[in-house]
């Protein structure tokens, strides 16, 4: 199983990975790891970084405020700036 993830900011799309295997997330309430399969939750975000991990690799942004949609088999960050 893997999870779809989308980052996009006010101007654009940040980021998109098809088949990523956990998204570390920047959560108001603290940092929240997203698993496939993972409870839906929508949350806001706080100033933090957030990390895709594909196998070995892993992809890194900045980002400040905004939403986060978690669902079973996607991840949709809709932040307020983001920045690799």
Not at 17 to 36: C, I, K, R
């Amino acid at each position: 199983m893997t999870i779809h993830v989308e980052l996009v900011s006010q101007e654009r799309k940040v980021f998109e990975e098809e088949a990523a295997d956990m998204v570390l997330v920047p959560a108001a309430e603290g940092q929240m790891g997203v698993l496939p399969r993972h409870a839906p939750v929508l949350t806001t975000l706080s100033f933090g970084e957030l990390v895709v991990k594909k196998g070995n690799a892993e992809e890194r942004f900045a980002i400040y405020g905004g939403v986060v949609d978690v669902r079973p088999g996607k991840v949709v960050v809709l932040a307020d700036l983001a920045e690799s």
